[in-house]
Each structure stands twice: as structure tokens, then as C-alpha cells.
Nanobody
């Protein structure tokens, strides 16, 4: 069975930066998009970012544009989400997830379509 694991969260002050990482195993990582979602208390899980299998295509939610970047290293089977200028509204549990192939953006944005999920890592931004 495949799996993904996320790490790198923590408690930071507003304006700080964090880099989350995701490590995958047990499936064809190089043929999968890496997605990032987040879920704040009492809210639905929402799409944050995605990067294509070869890294040439990236998508960012409007809330992430200009502050977040998404990367991957297929040789190491890892992905990362670099977050800058964090705001209190970024506080959430962040999850990495993967989906095979070349899905459309709408498919990438729906968490129900993901193949594998990381356990999630807490990001707390204090104002």
C-alpha cells in the first residue's frame, strides 16, 4: 500500500515562514500530482496548492498566491510547501495528498479525489 507523510508544522508568529514537507512511498510518485490541503477547526478541508508530476505546472489557491510556493523532488520522492508571510487565518492542519495522472484543476481541488494522504501537520500562526 502506498502512503504519504507530512511534517514541518509548528507555532509561529504572524509574518513568519514555514516549510512543510511530504514524503511518499509505495506507489509511482513520479506519475502523481502532489496536492496540499488544509483544514481549520470547524471548517471543511480546502485546497491550497498542487504541483504536477514533473513539477512544470503549479496551482495555488487565491489565499496562497504571492505567499506560498510548492516544490517536489522526484528523486527523493518528496514534496514541500513553502509558506511566507503567514497570517492567523493560515492556522490549520495541513495535509499533503497525491493523485495519479493529469487531472483537471477542479479534480485537484476536491479532496475526495485524492489517492493517498499524509497524516497532517498542525500550523498555528499567532497574531
Amino acid at each position: 500500500l502506498g502512503s504519504a507523510a507530512g511534517a514541518g508544522g509548528g507555532l509561529v508568529q504572524a509574518g513568519a515562514s514555514l516549510r512543510l514537507s511530504c514524503a511518499a512511498s509505495g506507489f509511482v510518485f513520479s506519475n502523481s500530482y502532489i496536492n496540499w490541503f488544509r483544514q481549520a477547526p470547524g471548517k471543511e478541508r480546502e485546497f491550497v496548492a498542487a504541483i504536477s508530476s514533473e513539477g512544470g505546472i503549479t496551482y495555488l489557491a487565491d489565499s496562497a498566491k504571492g505567499r506560498f510556493s510548492v516544490f517536489r523532488d522526484n528523486a527523493k520522492k518528496t514534496g514541500s510547501l513553502q509558506m511566507h508571510t503567514l497570517k492567523s487565518e493560515d492556522t490549520a492542519v495541513y495535509y499533503c495528498a497525491t493523485i495519479q495522472g493529469r487531472p483537471k484543476l477542479a479534480t485537484l481541488q476536491d479532496p475526495r479525489n485524492m489517492d493517498y494522504w499524509g497524516k497532517g501537520t498542525q500550523v498555528t500562526v499567532s497574531s
